[in-house]
């Protein structure tokens, strides 16, 4: 009888160690954050949730006073105001609930919408100054 009590001891041994191992594995898997969703995904904004909303074109830019980014790119769109394009700078602590509400959750975050909101296009991160011309202009002058 000893040896099938040994044989019964590794066994449950074995199993409990299983156990173990798939409890770990399962906890780790949980603790894997969800992947990132970036603010790319906005495809439409409330026109009247911005200044001007009677202007054909907006440019649109989420920031936060902790992104070292967002101020030289605040400082890039500025120049694009004028009567067709209407330049709105969104910052999180100023505006928590405009962030909460399109789901930023990246900055700074460029959105370049038409009259009726829709995203025409979109930059997550810094652009450069032509890049951001070059798209602005390709805009306006199709529509």
Known sequence: MAPVVVRLGIAAALLVI???????????????????????????????????????????????????GCEPMTARIAPLESSTVAVAVCEYHDDKALHQRYEIDGVPYLVMADAEGVVRASFLGTVSTDELWTRVNALVDGS
Request: with cysteine.
């Open 18 to 68: 299983a156990a173990v191992v798939a409890w770990v594995m399962d906890r780790r898997r949980r603790e894997i954050p969800a992947p990132f969703r970036s603010a790319a995904d906005l495809h439409q904004v409330r026109r009247d949730d911005f200044a001007r909303p009677d202007a054909p074109w907006l440019v649109l830019l989420f920031t936060s006073r902790d992104c070292a």
